[in-house]
């Protein structure tokens, strides 16, 4: 029997066949970015576009949640966490093409909103953690202490050993309220009914929050070091390579340092 299709329709239904049989090619990776990344993320996806010409989609959250998820297989092809830890139990079950490299060492700060109170000295970051202790003991008020969850929030740990250093983790447990990751700490930290809460130096550095807070330095030695490390997922393609090997090279560190991501001894003071 003769076909039916005409020529013409013919040409146009194996263009649509070809089309929807390889749209992976089309599609750029997904890179899995821990949340104290999201400030500074659009800059350096611009500059490596400007670049290069290609393109990535990024998600953003806990880098606890995102070892998870690696682990089950989800289809990122570059990690970058805020603990490496995750990293190298990725790497340690297989999950990664190698164990990566360090590319900075956060910092912890004290962050509120003006008018939530005078800022907590240099040497008494936590000052403001006692303030609303003592308040709410004299029943006036309950003002929140944020901080991301240490349950899967690398941040979220440093806080709680930060409290803990101060002997203040018990005794906060009434005030706090706990983001999913650091960026949802830092808009607690912002809130109405907030003292202010323990977040990343890079969050308090973004232009959005930075026009509208005032932060305090946490000392380094106050919580184990926030050793950022990323990797490639096993599997990953052309694009994320390229823009692995770009976030290691100087104009990509260079906007990384701006927003608080370091590595030299700057990041430890």
């Known amino acids: 029997m003769p076909s039916l299709i005409r020529p013409g329709c013919r040409a146009l239904l194996?263009?649509?066949?070809?089309?929807?049989?390889?749209?992976?090619?089309?599609?750029?990776?997904?890179?899995?970015?821990?949340?104290?990344?999201?400030?500074?993320?659009?800059?350096?996806?611009?500059?490596?576009?400007?670049?290069?010409?290609?393109?990535?989609?990024?998600?953003?959250?806990?880098?606890?949640?995102?070892?998870?998820?690696?682990?089950?297989?989800a289809p990122f092809e570059l990690f970058l966490s805020a603990d490496e830890a995750y990293v190298l139990a990725l790497h340690e079950a297989g999950h990664l093409e190698d164990?990566?490299?360090?590319?900075?060492?956060?910092?912890?700060?004290?962050?509120?909103?003006?008018?939530?109170?005078?800022?907590?000295?240099?040497?008494?970051?936590?000052?403001?953690?006692?303030?609303?202790?003592?308040?709410?003991?004299?029943?006036?008020?309950?003002?929140?202490?944020?901080l991301a969850n240490p349950e899967h929030a690398p941040y979220g740990v440093a806080a709680r050993e930060a409290l803990s250093h101060a002997g203040l983790w018990q005794a906060s447990e009434p005030l706090r309220v706990m983001g999913e990751n650091v960026a949802q700490a830092t808009r607690f930290a912002l809130s109405a009914d907030t003292r202010g809460g323990l977040v990343a130096w890079s969050q308090a550095l973004a232009p959005?929050?930075?026009?509208?807070s005032d932060f305090v330095m946490v000392p380094a030695d106050w919580h184990r070091p926030l050793v950022q490390r990323m990797a490639l997922v096993k599997g990953a393609g052309e694009t994320a390579r390229a823009f692995y090997a770009w976030l290691q090279q100087e104009p990509a560190r260079e906007i990384l340092s701006e927003h608080g991501f370091r590595l030299d001894e700057a990041a430890s003071r």
């Open 208 to 212: 959005p929050v930075a026009a509208r």
């Open 99 to 146: 164990a990566g490299v360090v590319y900075a060492v956060g910092r912890l700060v004290w962050l509120q909103a003006p008018g939530q109170g005078p800022l907590p000295p240099d040497d008494a970051p936590l000052a403001a953690v006692r303030e609303a202790l003592a308040a709410h003991a004299a029943g006036e008020g309950r003002a929140r202490i944020a």
């Open 14 to 73: 194996l263009g649509l066949a070809l089309l929807l049989t390889t749209p992976a090619l089309a599609q750029p990776p997904i890179v899995a970015a821990a949340s104290s990344l999201q400030a500074v993320f659009p800059r350096l996806v611009e500059a490596f576009r400007a670049e290069t010409g290609a393109s990535l989609r990024v998600n953003f959250g806990s880098s606890g949640n995102f070892r998870r998820q690696i682990g089950q297989g």
